[in-house]
Each structure stands twice: as structure tokens, then as C-alpha cells.
């Protein structure tokens, strides 16, 4: 293990055995990068299972159960290993010897915040792009659940050692924004003592543009009312999206997530716009980045003018017959080639979006994570088309869809807001449970599963409450500490005091079996985050703390009934020292996993 790096953990030393033990029966020949260790799908079955047999069966020449055979041989005389069984076409199964599980927890004790920590990333630039919200209002809990997913996928893939920067896209060019500074000059003309009756169709009809009105009339006096729309639209339009922003991020902050980068649309197009949030200096870019992206993939190849035959569903509703000029998105596994000008010669979203990708390849990522929202699934293909095109085949695009949020009290949907005019703000959701019921209950589902939010669920202290449920249990572990500091005045009351005391615990003392469940969970939160984080998962994290809550919480209740299995034993300090180096490391490894998923850890509920 080279200096800085996370130390290995017991799947990892196991794979390595594993590949040993099949080098040693097929030879230095044998690709063995393609074994997996991992904990079997039935527990019966033993601690831990490998593909290695199946995987190297043809490349060996060999019968799968043949090969099993003599692999299981080779690990038999292995120092951890306590049994091994063959089963099914070839699959080995490992059960472990107990004192590993000790070794296992006494590794989490040793290693404190950084057990878990991986090394797999190997420092590889990934760039995750999330949010990326209209900047047209504020942010509602559909916005909430994307930025809470990428947020948590981004600490994820940090934790599991690649060089991470979180991505906002603002999308401050086109139509939207137009609607959007017609929107802030109708409250302008507001703001100025006109009456404005009701809201035109069309545009935003929320109060939160009032403010912008009232900024516009304080800046500006009547002096807007007296200019034609093409000189006072830009003006308007960049104060309200600069105030739209500024909302946006305090919509974010409210959920403690703050994008390392906020990237311009309208940079694309006009060149590098300056940050009013920034102080760094404006470093000057071509005008028109957009034009250079389409000019290089032309120079490549793939781009042409050409037709586009009519839609085979019958579909004509954006179908143009005229030669345009298009991008060969056909060539990298699209259905279509796609237009990258519009009639009028103005850029296709596409065409902008093409731009904003290669702006990520110039800045070194070639490993690239986009977060979006579920109505956007059949662009995916174009945009991969994309990305291929532009790195020649080097980069790697991961869309991840997040799914509909539906928001809900008690069973029954929840009226809209009259702040942001037709639905629900994300803030007012934060204010009104907390940020951590937020963040938790949006990521105990999978990212493309609906999602039904409900207000009033997401507070109840009950075991069908995830959130409740497991920063539940990461305060009963501390309550154990309290209890067995009043039971034994000589056990250390400060945290790294004790910590020290429970390194020194003898865990060989655990023998029952939901202490050894439990520290089999602990041994197996390292590769639970290798493969969170390689499957851009981060609902594995959630449902793995629910699981060594319930787990916890369960040998509890068991000590309740069998005082000889509660965690503090009178008259046996031994036995007690031993088991709260057990909760110890419950309570570690529950603060790590709620410290990724941006959950606060509390030590006392109340």
C-alpha cells in the first residue's frame, strides 16, 4: 500500500486471494481482472462468493465446475478461510473463519472517518453535471431531487478517490429567458404604480419576480417604459436571471450544496460573461463557441447539409423539409441525424448543448455524469452521439434520470405555491421538514422510481420513517455511551479517549450471532461503496445504513429480552467494553454514510 492511500479492506483482501489462488492454477497467462468477490445473494450460502470459474472457464479450456474444483483447492489452505463449496455451474462460495469479523471491526476502529475510503477513482477527473435548472424561478422539489442526487453521487465518487467537480449548466439563453424578462418588465411597469391585472398567459405568474419589478424601477425610474422592446429586453433580462440565480443558489444552500462551477449557456454564444457572485477576473474566450464546435466536427467529418426524411411515426409537428446542416449522430448508435440550425439560422438546443460537452473535453474530463430530469430520456442517445464524436471515442458520457417527484400530506396532494405561482418551492419543503428528511427520503429510492414525498411521513419517528430510523439508531449508539459512562465512571467520557479504550477491546468476546451479522454489515460497507460508486448509485449507500440501523436496533431489542445480549453487562466489564466497541464502530460507519448522503448525524433526538 503506497503512503496516502485507503487502506485495503477484507473483500479487496480476499479478491487478491482469490486471483492468487487462480494464477496459481491457470498461470501468469490468465486475465483475472474480471473476477469479482462479493457477498453471495443468499446468506446460507456463506460470507463471500466469486465468478472466477465462470469468468475464466473458456479462456482455460476448461469446464466451469472443473475449474471451480481446483480453484477451491488452492484457497482451502487459506489462513481466513473456514469452508468452501462449489455450487450451481461453477460458482465458489467462501464462508470465512470468525476471527475475521473481528479483525473487520477492529479495522473500523482503527481507521475511524476514513474506513471506506477508496482508491478505485485513482484521482480520474469526473465531471457531474446536475441541477441545471432554468434559471426562471425558484427551484421546486423535482429541481430538489436531482440536485440531492447529484450532490450525493458527486461526495460518493469523491470518497471513492476520483478528483470530483460539481457541475450547474445555467441555461440563460433562448426563449425561456426572454419569457422570463418579459415577465420581470410586466412587474417593472408594477413596481412604477401601473396596474397590471392578471398575469397574460405565457408568462411566469409568481410573486417572486416583484422584487426584480421593484429593483428594475429603483435602478432604472421610467426610463425602460421609453425605450423599444430590443433595447430593453437585454437589459431586463440580465438583471432577472443574475436575480434568478442568486435564488437558485440559496434554493441550493438551503440543502447545503454548493456546485464547485456555475457554466453560462449564453458564454457559448456571446463569449465568457462575467460572475457576479465571483471575484475572479474574466478570462476572454472566441465569441462564438458554439460556431467552433460545429467547425470542428465538420472538419472531422461529422457534420453535412443535407435532408432529413419525414419522421416513420408519422410525427411531422418539428419536421422541416429543407437541406440544413446536420450533425452525423447516425454514425455513433443515434436513430437520427440531428439539426444543428434552425430555420432562421439561430442554434438548435443541440447544437448549444454540443458546444457545452466539448467545453468539458477541453477542460480535461473525459469521464462525464449528467443528472437529468426524466423528460429528457429521449435525448440521451444524441447527446452520447455527441460525446463520442468529439473525443473520438476517448470519453465517457453517463446520463442518470431522475424520476417525478410527487409531493404530498398525509396521502393527499399538496397545493401549489402562491410564491412561485403554480408550484411548490423546494425552500418552503426545507423549511417545513428539515433539510436531512429531504435529502434522505430523496435518496432512498432509486433516481428513476417516482417518488412520492410525503410532508408528513418524512417527520414521524417510526420505523417506516428511513431517516428517522437510522439517525435513530446513530443516536442510541451514543445514548449506550452515556449509559455506560454512568454504569462505569472510569470509562472515558471524551470521544477520542474513548476510542482509544475501545481499540483495546477484546472482540473476540462477540460470539452471538447478531453481534457477528452486525460486524459482518460493518466489514462489508468498503465494497458496498466501490460498487455504489462504479454503478453512479448512491440509493445503495441509503439502503445499506437503513439495513445496519435495523440491525442494530434489532440486537437491542434482543437484549431486552435476554439480558445476557445487552450491550452493557454489570459486573462484566470486559464483555460490556467489548460490545460498545461494537457500537462504536456502528456509530462510525452511520456518520460516514450520512455525512455522503448530506444527512446530519445527531447524538441525541429529540
Not at 158 to 183: C, H, K, M, P, W
Not at 203 to 208: I, K, M, Q, V
Not at 377 to 382: A, C, V
Not at 387 to 415: C, I, M, N, T, Y
Request: net charge negative.
Amino acid at each position: 500500500m503506497t503512503a496516502g492511500s485507503p487502506p485495503s479492506h477484507l473483500f479487496a483482501t480476499m479478491l487478491a486471494r482469490v486471483q492468487a489462488a487462480a494464477g496459481a492454477v491457470l498461470g501468469p497467462a490468465a486475465d483475472l481482472a474480471r473476477i469479482v468477490v462479493e457477498p453471495p445473494r443468499d446468506p446460507t450460502h456463506g460470507d463471500m462468493a466469486t465468478n472466477a470459474a465462470m469468468v475464466l472457464a473458456k479462456d482455460a479450456g476448461m469446464k466451469p465446475r472443473d475449474l471451480a474444483d481446483k480453484i477451491a483447492e488452492a484457497l482451502r489452505a487459506d489462513s481466513l478461510v473456514e469452508k468452501i463449496d462449489v455450487a450451481g455451474p461453477g460458482f465458489i462460495n467462501l464462508t470465512l473463519k470468525s476471527h475475521v469479523w473481528g479483525d473487520a471491526l477492529r479495522a473500523v476502529l482503527e481507521q475511524g472517518k476514513q474506513y471506506g475510503r477508496g482508491a478505485i477513482g485513482r484521482g480520474e477527473k469526473i465531471n457531474v453535471e446536475y441541477v441545471s435548472a432554468n434559471p426562471t424561478g425558484p427551484l421546486h422539489v423535482g429541481h430538489g431531487r436531482g440536485a440531492v442526487f447529484g450532490d450525493a453521487l458527486a461526495s460518493l465518487l469523491a470518497f471513492a478517490g476520483y478528483d470530483v467537480t460539481r457541475e450547474y449548466y445555467i441555461n440563460d439563453a433562448g426563449a425561456q429567458v426572454d419569457v422570463l424578462a418579459r415577465s420581470a418588465f410586466l412587474r417593472y411597469r408594477e413596481a412604477l404604480g401601473e396596474a397590471i391585472g392578471e398575469i397574460p398567459d405565457g408568462l411566469y405568474p409568481g410573486d417572486y419576480l416583484k422584487e426584480c419589478g421593484e429593483e428594475l424601477a429603483k435602478d432604472y425610474g421610467d426610463s425602460l417604459t421609453k425605450m423599444p422592446e430590443d433595447e430593453w429586453l437585454p437589459i431586463v433580462r440580465l438583471r432577472a436571471t443574475d436575480m434568478m440565480m442568486a435564488e437558485i443558489r440559496n434554493d441550493l444552500a438551503s440543502l447545503r450544496i454548493v456546485p464547485n462551477v456555475f457554466f453560462s449557456e449564453r458564454s457559448l454564444i456571446e463569449g465568457e460573461l462575467p460572475d457576479p457572485f465571483s471575484s475572479e477576473p474574466v478570462v476572454e474566450r472566441p465569441n462564438d463557441i458554439v460556431a467552433v464546435a460545429i467547425a470542428q466536427m465538420r472538419e472531422l467529418g461529422h457534420v453535412y447539409e443535407g435532408r432529413l426524411p419525414p419522421p416513420k411515426s408519422g410525427n411531422l409537428e418539428d419536421w422541416e423539409d429543407r437541406e440544413q446542416t446536420l450533425f452525423r449522430s447516425t454514425a455513433f448508435g443515434d436513430d437520427v441525424d440531428r439539426p444543428l440550425l434552425k430555420s432562421d439560422g439561430s442554434y438548435t438546443y443541440f447544437a448549444t448543448d454540443i458546444a457545452y460537452h466539448k467545453s468539458k473535453l477541453d477542460r480535461g474530463f473525459l469521464s462525464l455524469i449528467d443528472v437529468w430530469g426524466a423528460d429528457h430520456g429521449g435525448y440521451i442517445k444524441r447527446m452520447k452521439a455527441a460525446v463520442s464524436a468529439l473525443s473520438g471515442g476517448k470519453a465517457d458520457l453517463d446520463v442518470k434520470l431522475v424520476q417525478l417527484v410527487r409531493l404530498l400530506r398525509a396521502g393527499e396532494p399538496v397545493k401549489m405555491s402562491k410564491r412561485a405561482g403554480d408550484y411548490v418551492t423546494l425552500r418552503e419543503v426545507v423549511a417545513e421538514v428539515g433539510r436531512s428528511a429531504v435529502r434522505f427520503d430523496m435518496l432512498y429510492r432509486k433516481n428513476d422510481a417516482v417518488l412520492d414525498f410525503d410532508l408528513a411521513k418524512v417527520i414521524e419517528q417510526s420505523r417506516e420513517n428511513p431517516v428517522f430510523y437510522v439517525q435513530y439508531g446513530h443516536a442510541r449508539g451514543h445514548s449506550i455511551f452515556r449509559m455506560a459512562q454512568a454504569e462505569m465512571p472510569a470509562f472515558p467520557v471524551e470521544p477520542a479517549a474513548r476510542l482509544e479504550a475501545l481499540k483495546k477491546a477484546n472482540v473476540s468476546l462477540l460470539t452471538d450471532e447478531g453481534e457477528l451479522s452486525i460486524m459482518r454489515k460493518l466489514a462489508l460497507y468498503p465494497r458496498l461503496i466501490e460498487a455504489a460508486a462504479v454503478a453512479h448509485e448512491p440509493h445503495r449507500v441509503a439502503f445499506y445504513l437503513y439495513e445496519l440501523a435495523s440491525e442494530f436496533h434489532g440486537q437491542w431489542s434482543r437484549g431486552k429480552d435476554l439480558p445476557h445480549l445487552r450491550f452493557i453487562i454489570q459486573n462484566d466489564p470486559e464483555t460490556t467494553v467489548a460490545r460498545l466497541a461494537l457500537v462504536q464502530a456502528i456509530v462510525t460507519v452511520l456518520a460516514s454514510g450520512l455525512a455522503l448522503l448530506g444527512v446530519d448525524a445527531p447524538e441525541e433526538m429529540r
